[in-house]
C-alpha cells in the first residue's frame, strides 16, 4: 500500500515539475518575466513543492545524494567531497527555483534563462528519479526509519522555515509532509489494532492529528514550536519507535553494518543519547578499556609535559568552569602570546564532521596532532613527547593498562595518544539545560522569555536554519553527518569604532580566511573565502566572546551583529556572504528574549 502510493506521489511530482518546466517556456518567451508571468510561475512552484512535500519522507531516505544534488539542495555552490581538487557543484532544484520566483518583482533575460535551465533540470533529474525509485526494492524497515527521520526532517528544517526562506510556507509544507509520514502509517494500523498494541494505533492517529491541528493554525512568526514538539514531535518519536517494535520491524542496529551517527533507540531528541558519540569519534561502540582510555585520556588533557615549554596543557584554554573555553578573544600559546583563534567549547565538540573553525580535520582523535606541532600552541616534537611520556613509570602504566591489547611498541604512541584524549573529549557532552528538561517532559514549565526566545530562535530570527537542534549547531539533520560553514563577514573589532557607515570598508573585516585557507585542496574555492565552521550555541553564556577572533563580547552583541545583517549588512564587500544581509528587524525585546533563550541553554542551569 505504501510503495503503491508512494509511485503515485512521484508520479504527481514528476508531471508537477514538467508543468512548471511549460510554464517557465512560456514566460520565457518575451526574453524576461513580467510581474503577471511571475505570479503564475509563484503558483507553479507552490504545486511543485507540495507535490514535494508529499514524497520527501521517502525519498530522501531512499535517496538522499540525488534530493541534495538535484532537487531541493541547498540555493548555494558546494564541492564534490572527498576530491582533492576544487569540483564545483552548482546549487540545483527547488530552493534556488524559489530565490527565483519569490525574492523579485520581475525577472531581467538573465534570470529568466536560470529560471528555464533550473526547471528543465528539475524535470529530468525527477523522470530519472521515478525510474530509478521504480526499480527499487521498499521495505517496511525503510518505510518506519522514513517516517521517523522525516519526523525530525520537520521539527528541525522544516518549521524552521530552512528550505523555504522566500516564500513563507513553511508551517503549510510542514503540514504536508506530517501528512504524508500519517498516511504511510496508517496503512499499518490494522496490523497494531490485530496485534498486541492497539493503544499504539490509536496514540498514533491522536499525535498526527494534533500535529495537523497546530500546523494548521498557526502563524509563521507566531508558531509556539515548543508546544509542538512537546504535544507532537516528542510523543510522535517515541509511538513510532514502540509501534516498530511491536511490529518486529528492524531498526538500522538490525539492517545496516554500520551504527549511525543517530542513535535510533533514543527516546527524545533532546535527549543526550540521542546522537552515538562513539562513532563520531570514530571508536567502537562496546570497548572493555573504554574507562581506562577515558581516564587516562583527562590525565593528558591536564598535562603541561605535552607542550614544548611545559607550562600549557588543554586545559589551558579549554577550562571546564568555562564550558572548556577560556575567555580570551585568542588563546595564549606556548610563548604566552595570542594565536589565530579563540578556544572552542569542547563541550559537545564531538558530535562533528570536522573539526576546528576551519574544518580541517576529520578525525577527533588527530585534532591534537595540529595543538602539538603547531609552532605556536604545544610547539613539541612528537618523538620528544613520547620518550618524555615515557620516562614516567606512572605513564607507562597506564598506557599498557588501557591499550593492553596493542602491540607493545605503540601502546605508548601518536595514536594511543590521540585516542586516549578523544575518548575523554568524546564524553564531554550533557543535554541537561532548562530547555532540553522542558522538552523531554521533565519539567512542567518554560520560562516566557525563554520560550518566546526559542520560537524567534526557530522562526522570525532565522538562527536555526544554520544552528539546528538538537546540538545547535552546523550539524546537519536528520541524519546529523555534515557539518557546515557559513560566511559571516566578522569583523576585526565591535562595536565599530567610526559608526555604521564610516566602517563600511573590507579594511574592518577580519583577515583570516577560514575554510579556504584550511590546507584541504577541494576548500580552495572562492565561496570559502572567510568561511567558518558553525558552532554550537549550548552553554553559549560561560564562552564569551563570541567568532573566531572574540570581536563580538556578549550574546546581545552577537544578535546585534545578525540583525544587522553580518558584514554585508553593514556595508563591506562579501561577495559570498551566505548570512541573509537584510535586516531581521527585531526590537529590542525579541533580541533580549533570544538571549535568555542562549542563556538557558547552560548545562545544568
Known sequence: TVRADYFVGLAALSSAADAYRGASAEALADGGVTAAELQDLRGAHVVTREAYKRVEWLLTHRDESTVKSYLNGAPLPTVVPKVPEVVVVEPAGLQPLEELVYEEATLDSASAKTLGLLTEDLAVALRRTVKFQRAERLSHAQVWGAARYGLVRIFTMGVTGFDTPSSGRALPESATALAAIADGIEAYYGLLEAGSAPALAEQLRTSFAEGQTLLTAGDFDTFDRAEFYRKVVGPLYRQLYAAQRALGIETPAETE???????????????????????????????????????????????????????????????????????????????????????????????????????????????????????????????????????????????????????SAYRLSAYSLGDALASYVRTLHSNSSPVDRYLRGETGALAPNVRRGMNLFMGKAVCATCHFAPTWSGLVPPYYRESESEVLGVPSVWPLPLGLEASAKTAYLDPDFGRIASGRPQDNAPFYAFSFKTPTVRNASLTAPYMHNGALGSLADVVEFYKLGGGAGIGMDIPHQTLPFDSLELDDGEVADLVAFMEALTDGG
Not at 609535559?305 to 600549557?312: D, E, G, H, V
Not at 585534532?367 to 612528537?382: A, K, L
Open 257 to 407: 553494518d554500520r551504527p549511525t551517527h543517530q542513535n535510533y533507540a533514543s527516546q527524545d531528541l533532546f535527549a543526550d543519547d540521542f546522537l552515538n558519540d562513539f562513532v563520531f569519534a570514530s571508536q567502537p561502540a562496546v570497548d572493555p578499556l573504554f574507562s581506562r582510555k577515558r581516564d587516562l585520556g583527562k590525565r593528558l588533557f591536564n598535562e603541561v609535559k605535552l607542550s614544548r615549554t611545559q607550562n600549557l596543557s588543554c586545559a589551558s584554554c579549554h577550562r571546564a568552569e568555562r564550558a572548556f573555553t577560556d575567555g580570551e578573544a585568542k588563546s595564549l600559546g606556548a610563548d604566552r602570546l595570542p594565536i589565530r583563534r579563540n578556544a572552542p567549547t569542547l563541550v559537545g565538540a564531538v558530535f562533528a564532521e570536522r573539526y576546528f573553525a576551519d574544518l580541517r580535520e576529520p578525525a577527533l582523535a588527530r585534532q591534537i596532532r595540529h595543538v602539538i606541532q603547531d609552532e605556536h600552541e604545544f610547539d613539541m616534537d612528537y618523538l620528544e613527547l613520547i620518550a618524555l611520556l615515557g620516562a614516567d613509570p606512572s605513564y607507562r602504566r597506564d598506557f599498557d593498562a588501557a591499550y593492553a591489547g596493542v602491540d
